[in-house]
């Protein structure tokens, strides 16, 4: 196996798959694992790249227990037969052991997230007859309900010691953009939290220790556009190995006139909804937390009135934290050890195949309409993974600063080519990716209203390559 697979292979292979049958599935990706050499003849899909014995996680997208819209689980989370077919390959080849594992949304209900799938039954009969598959883990620390808008949070479900806190202190990709205004937000959170957890030369990330003591990672990411990051795919899906949100700055406050993220411009009323939002975050007890989020309520409707667009949140193509946050995983992904230190080699072997059967489009990644793209995405590099899927999302992959930024880092690098080596390899066919997208029409997508500048013209990618 030549070294650091993951930073040097710029291929990504493509594998056509017509629905989710566990049949269409096991095929495509067993085609997939042909195209970038992974499998074995006698060991399967993964049995060139999983030695026997090895520890081996796999990592979905299980964001949400629902589709904030009404279209369904399809766009919104990992489809549970690619978890199934990734989980035999694993055994086939060999494992030592085998675990899913994921972080999503505090307020999300794992419970109902599992039946809806149809993965709690399936986890529960192979646990018992294949001593080495370890079942579903929920890496949350934190859950939360919200009663009538106001979150409600049960905290501390797990201890810390389950976890690996890194601090990559001035060397975080956010410590740039860092200053003593204590700036960075999560959507929903105690703002006095982020400011324990990222400031001058403190960048710390609670990373779940099944994660860095796995040989082997198998990112199974869902394909959809993010009303924050433009895309999710391979790199944004890493978010969900780290156990507390606190720790995982998402914007930071202010418009850009006043040098914040949050929203483009300087809008008197959307600093105006900002500072209630932190006052609700704040509160201390629901009936303060109910009395903020009423005055918010005139708020929204003010700023509809005028027109402007909704970007609040940091939901805008001009959001320049959440790519950092991303990066800074995916680093300690690759090169973050046991003892919470970076080391300069790749430490465990991550390989990356997105669920683009049906992708999603429009208000995601909680409210996705389905998009039909009928195939699989694999790839050794996330970078390379993410740039195919935002050409496949109708984007120009230059304008989406997480795909863009994840090339030509100088330490702890995530790829060692530029975009326009990339290859593609597969159904639609083999070479550079523009020659190959160009003979394609891929459908029009519908992209988050904050992210329309990043986009392109439906089925043109060579301008996307040019611009690198």
């Known amino acids: ?69 009404s279209f369904g689980l399809a766009p919104l989370v990992t489809h549970s037969s690619l978890i199934r077919a990734a989980t035999r390959a694993a055994l086939q080849a060999g494992a030592g052991e085998v675990l899913i594992g994921d972080a999503p949304l505090q307020g999300c209900d794992f419970d109902h997230l599992l039946s809806a799938s149809r993965l709690d039954g399936w986890a529960t009969e192979l646990q018992a007859r294949e001593p080495r598959f370890k079942g579903i883990r929920d890496f949350r620390r934190t859950v939360c309900e919200f009663q009538n808008g106001i979150r409600v949070a049960a905290e501390n479900r797990q201890p810390e010691s389950r976890f690996v806190l890194f601090d990559l202190a001035g060397d975080s990709l956010l410590e740039p953009v860092t200053d003593n205004r204590a ?28 994660v860095i003591a796995a040989d082997v990672i198998i990112n199974l990411p869902k394909l959809k556009t993010h009303k924050k990051a433009g895309v999710t795919c391979a790199l944004k899906n890493l978010i969900g190995i780290n156990g507390n949100k606190e720790y995982l700055p998402h914007h930071r406050v202010g418009g850009a006139e006043a040098g914040g993220d949050c929203y483009s411009g300087g809008s008197l009323i959307k600093r105006a909804i900002e500072f209630v939002a932190d006052q609700q975050n704040l509160a201390e007890n629901l009936t303060v937390a109910r009395a903020w989020r009423g005055l918010s309520i005139p708020l929204y409707q003010a700023l509809r009135l005028t027109g402007e667009p909704p970007d609040t949140e940091g939901a805008w193509s001009g959001n320049d934290t959440i790519w950092r946050t991303c990066l800074d995983l995916n680093r300690i992904l690759l090169y973050g050890r046991a003892d919470a230190r970076l080391t300069q080699r790749v430490q465990r072997r991550v390989i990356h195949i997105a669920d683009s059967v049906i992708a999603g489009q429009g208000d995601g990644p909680l409210a996705p309409e389905p998009l039909e793209l009928g195939a699989l995405l694999a790839a050794n590099n996330a970078a390379a993974m993410d740039y195919v899927g935002a050409c496949l999302l109708g984007y120009d992959p230059a304008r989406i600063p997480l795909v863009g930024r994840a090339f030509g880092l100088a330490d702890w690098p995530l790829a060692t080519f530029a975009a326009s080596d990339i290859r593609l390899a597969g159904d639609w066919g083999a070479g550079r990716i523009d020659d190959v997208l160009c003979s394609k029409r891929l459908p029009a997508v519908t992209h988050p209203v904050g992210w329309r500048d990043a986009s392109r013209a439906a089925g043109s990618v060579a301008p996307a390559v040019e611009q690198l």
């Open 1 to 69: 196996m030549k070294a650091n697979p993951e930073i040097n292979d710029r291929r990504v292979a493509l594998a056509s798959s017509s629905s989710y049958s566990d049949e269409a599935i096991v095929d495509a990706l067993g085609r997939a694992a042909r195209h970038l050499n992974w499998d074995d003849r006698e060991r399967g899909p993964f049995g060139n790249i999983i030695r026997r014995d090895a520890r081996v996680l796999i990592k979905p997208n299980f964001v949400l227990h629902e589709n904030r819209a």
């Open 183 to 210: 700036a960075f937000r999560v959507t929903c959170y105690d703002p006095r939290l982020l400011a324990r957890t990222h400031g001058p030369g403190r960048h710390q990330y609670l990373v779940a220790r099944e």
